[in-house]
Each structure stands twice: as structure tokens, then as C-alpha cells.
């Protein structure tokens, strides 16, 4: 099996390259996939070639093995994550940039080896440095090292940050370098009542912010669609991208690609979904531009929001592709045409996330007795703001603050609240029927979210989703209608208040921390 060496040079840990009393030291790494290491034929340093004879393995046991034992004997293991030292006698260097080349094999793979460079630099000065035990970084000993650091280099005394009641080792893969808690204090709307496809019923809203009048705002909304029948939701899109970019030496190149991909989808399907018992790959966009490929891969995540999942299935097809197709000069895992944390035009059109819609029937008489609104005078409000308003301020959103909502659940529930961005993008409509009642409804065609995985598992996290009764496999549809109701219940709040000349003695009276 071929793998390309800009792949296998991921295996380097760049900074490990270091001098020794007998020559060299560098770090290898595992970030691929659990292997098993059969050989390690030579280095070379700046064209110097090293033979296995004079060449030992570190390992992560703590124990040491001459390459040149490697030939014919037992494999040694070299699991994902696992770091192996590669001690080169011999070889001098000095400061600056040098050469590295690496030829070596893995069981089943058969000989492989890459280039890198790397480099050695003067001595540093002393670095202030945040205390980390290598051991056991979430022990109470490091912590306590972090809280104590944090008061002598601020000079403050920190009481608050320090009280949590979560395990700090269920904090793994979530945070580093943990010291303390950040207490967002939850409100409760609603109930609002959904019907929805997966949301079915009343359900009370956990919302955690530190804005006066959003959970009163948003309450106030959940009545008005709940004396009108409650709120209908739809979930009509489900994918999540990795836009890698292949680089050719022509344009022509780059069009022969896209139709290439497209003849070996089975092939590149198969090397996808190897890595995921989860992630289906749905399709890939192409996008040629100059003698460039630009390739949105599209995958369902099932319950998990799945940046990392689709990360690294597209790097095992793009791993494939590499092998297989011999006119790829250069590639990049990411383009920046995933617009990961970013709002734009490609996923208001094409869908990141969840493309969920919220739409109600609001009765004229409900807006008129709670509101204080005609609901043709909030239509034409809307057609004001909604339509030229946001044209000309070149908003992605049209509506008036569906972020607000969206942050205070995730930060709730436990997302990455860094997703608003994508999820902040939304098409607002309203209609003035016949029948002097208001049909409003919200799209929201990035809705970035997850039951299952990442910070969804955290305690007070995971409490919020209970209450939701979304928490675990099978719900992220289910959260998905239920935040889009939150939103639409926060449009129709809002904009009654401007529309009526509330907004501002709202605040005064319920937003001022005086």
C-alpha cells in the first residue's frame, strides 16, 4: 500500500530535531492510524546517511531497541497517539535548518519513508511558563498549581473560578490546562409548545446567558405562539463538510479531476466510511477555479456535530486519492471553502449543519392583546427592516437576533459555541393573511449541533439536554426543531417591541445592572 509522503510526514514532530552527546535525537508520532513498525532501514541527516546498526528507538515503555533488531524479528507496536524517540549516533549538527529523511516499514504496508525539514535553535531565554504535570494534568495537584500561578501573576485573588462541582477528569478532550469554571447563570422560558417531526409536546427552554430581558424577551414569544397552536418545525438538511483543495499543473488538469472523482466515488466512499462507524459520505461539490480543485466533502453525522469525524474521514479518501491519481502537485486537508466558524453564502445555499424551518399561523387577536402590535403593521415593520434594512447593512440574516438565542442553548446545552457563527445565518419571512392573522417563519440553514460528543457530556451540560430531553443517540433532530421554535419565539418578540416602542423600557427596566 502506497501512501504519499506528504501524509507520512505527519508522523514528524516538528521542534523534536535536538543534538546529543552521541549525534541526534527527533520524535515520531503517531496521527494516522495503529500500526506496527517492522523495520527503520537508515536516516539521513543533510545527505549523511545513517544505517539502522547506528540507530535506537526510544519507546514509549521507556525502553530502548536498536533498529537494526528490528529486521526479522517481532514487530513492535506503534499505536495512534503513541510518540516513538529516534536516537541517530554519528551525525553532528549545529544551529539552523537541516534535512531529514526517513525510510522505513509498517506491517502490511511494506516500506515507506518522507523528507521534512526541521531546525535547531539558539538557546531561549527562561519562558513564563502556565504549571502542566505530563502525568496527570487534571489531577488537584495541577490544578491547585494553576490556581495558585494565576494569583501570583495577576496579583488578584481569585475565589469564584475555583468552585466546580464537575469531575475535572471527565474534562479530557474538552479542556486543557483546566483551573477553574466560568458560571453562566441559566434562565427558564416556556414551556413552548412544538410540532415538530422529532419535537413533539411542551418543552421548558434552558438558556444561559448574562443579558437581562433575553429569557423574559424570549418567554414572552413562547406565549404568543403557544395561544396560537404552538410552532412548526422541519428539519430538510442534514450534512457536514471538509473542503480539501488539490493543486495541478494546469487547468485542464483540474477539470479532468473533477470528472476523475466523480468515476471513483465508490472507491473514495469506501476509504472514507472505513474510518467512522457513524459518517456517511453523501456526495462531493466540486469548484474549479484557475488550476485549482476545490472539493466540498458532504457527510451525514448522525447525532454528533462532526468537524473531527468528517476530518479525518476526508483525509483517509484524500490519503487514497493521492495514491491513486498521479497529477496532484500539492493538497491541503482544509480550504477554508468549509468556512469552519464562519458565516457564508456556500452553506446558506448548500447547508452545514442542520437547515431546519420554524413557521406558526400567529392569531391578530394574540398579537394585539400581548404584543401590542397589529400584525400588518409588524408585517410592513418587516418588510422595512427585513428586506431593505439588512439588504443594505449586507447582513447574513435578515431576521433581528436569532443569535441570541441560538448561544444562550448551545452555551446551555453544551456546543460549540464557536458554531454561532455558521449558525447565526437565517431567512426571515412574515405575511399579513386575509384572515388579519401574521404566518412567520425563520430558516436557519447552519444550524451546527450535537447530542452526543464533545461538550454534550458534560454535567451541567448534559442536565440541560435532559431537560430537553435530548441528550444521547438519536435527539439531534429533535434539538435542532426545538431551537428553531426558541427563535422564531425570539423574532416575534423582539420585533412586536420595536414595533410598539417597548424595546427601549424593556431594558431599562429588566436589562440595566446597575
Not at 538557546?123 to 513564563?128: A, M, R, S, V
Not at 430538510?236 to 483540474?254: I, L, N, S, Y
Not at 476509504?271 to 459520505?281: D, I, P, Q
Amino acid at each position: 500500500m502506497k501512501i504519499p509522503s506528504l501524509v507520512l510526514r505527519q508522523l514528524y514532530t516538528n521542534g523534536s530535531l535536538a543534538s546529543t552527546p552521541d549525534g541526534v535525537a527527533f520524535s515520531l508520532k503517531n496521527r494516522l492510524v495503529d500500526a506496527k513498525l517492522t523495520a527503520l532501514h537508515r536516516v539521513s541527516i543533510d545527505g549523511t546517511t545513517v544505517e539502522a546498526e547506528d540507530i535506537a528507538l526510544a519507546l514509549g515503555t521507556g525502553s530502548q531497541l536498536r533498529a537494526s533488531d528490528l529486521a526479522g524479528g517481532t514487530p513492535v507496536d506503534f499505536p495512534l497517539k503513541s510518540v516513538v524517540t529516534v536516537l541517530v549516533s554519528g551525525v553532528t549538527v549545529g544551529e539552523g535548518v537541516h534535512e531529514i529523511q526517513v525510510e522505513f516499514a509498517i506491517d502490511g504496508m511494506g516500506d515507506l519513508g518522507f523528507t521534512v525539514k526541521d531546525s535547531i535553535q539558539a538557546e531561549q531565554p527562561d519562558l513564563t511558563r502556565i504549571p502542566r504535570d505530563r502525568d496527570d494534568d487534571y489531577s488537584d495537584a495541577a490544578i491547585r498549581a494553576r490556581q495558585q500561578f494565576a494569583e501570583t501573576y495577576s496579583g488578584e485573588t481569585f475565589e469564584h473560578i475555583k468552585h466546580y462541582s464537575v469531575d475535572p477528569h471527565s474534562l479530557g478532550g474538552n479542556v486543557e490546562s483546566f483551573t477553574g469554571v466560568a458560571q453562566i447563570p441559566i434562565g427558564l422560558a416556556g414551556p413552548l409548545k412544538i410540532n415538530g417531526e422529532h419535537a413533539q409536546g411542551e418543552f421548558i427552554i434552558p438558556l444561559a446567558t448574562t443579558e437581562g430581558t433575553l429569557v423574559a424577551s424570549y418567554n414572552r414569544g413562547m406565549k404568543v405562539l403557544n395561544l396560537s397552536g404552538g410552532v412548526t418545525c422541519t428539519v430538510a438538511g442534514d450534512k457536514m463538510q471538509r473542503a480539501p483543495v488539490f493543486v495541478f499543473e494546469t487547468a485542464r488538469e483540474a477539470r479532468d479531476f473533477k470528472d476523475w472523482l466523480a468515476q471513483h466515488m465508490d472507491e473514495i466512499r469506501a476509504r472514507a466510511e472505513s474510518t467512522t462507524s457513524v459518517g456517511k459520505l453523501i456526495y462531493i461539490d466540486t469548484y474549479l477555479s484557475n488550476h485549482f480543485a476545490f472539493c466540498r466533502f458532504n457527510f451525514s453525522t448522525g447525532d454528533a456535530a462532526g468537524q473531527n469525524m468528517v476530518g479525518r474521514a476526508t483525509f483517509a479518501a484524500c490519503s487514497w486519492i493521492l495514491e491513486t491519481n498521479q497529477t496532484i502537485r500539492r493538497f491541503y486537508l482544509e480550504s477554508n471553502f468549509a468556512t469552519d466558524k464562519k458565516a457564508s453564502m456556500v452553506n446558506i445555499m448548500k447547508t452545514r449543519g442542520k437547515r431546519v424551518t420554524a413557521e406558526c399561523h400567529i392569531k391578530g387577536d394574540v398579537l394585539r392583546q400581548v404584543m401590542r402590535v397589529e400584525p400588518a403593521g409588524l408585517a410592513y415593520h418587516w418588510g422595512i427592516a427585513g428586506a431593505i434594512g439588512s439588504m443594505l447593512s449586507g447582513a447574513n440574516n435578515n431576521g433581528l437576533h436569532s443569535p441570541n438565542g441560538i448561544t444562550a442553548m448551545f452555551i446551555a446545552t453544551g456546543q460549540d459555541v464557536a458554531n454561532v457563527s455558521e449558525s447565526s445565518a437565517a431567512m426571515l419571512y412574515c405575511e399579513h393573511t386575509p384572515e388579519d392573522n401574521l404566518y412567520m417563519s425563520i430558516t436557519i440553514p447552519s444550524l451546527i449541533i450535537a447530542t452526543h460528543g464533545g461538550g454534550t457530556g458534560l454535567a451541567t451540560q448534559n442536565e440541560c439536554l435532559r431537560m430537553l430531553g435530548c441528550a444521547g443517540r438519536g435527539k439531534a433532530k429533535k434539538l435542532a426543531e426545538i431551537i428553531a421554535g426558541v427563535v422564531l419565539a425570539g423574532e416575534i418578540s423582539l420585533g412586536s417591541a420595536i414595533s410598539s416602542n417597548d424595546w427601549v423600557s424593556s431594558h431599562e427596566k429588566y436589562g440595566r445592572n446597575r
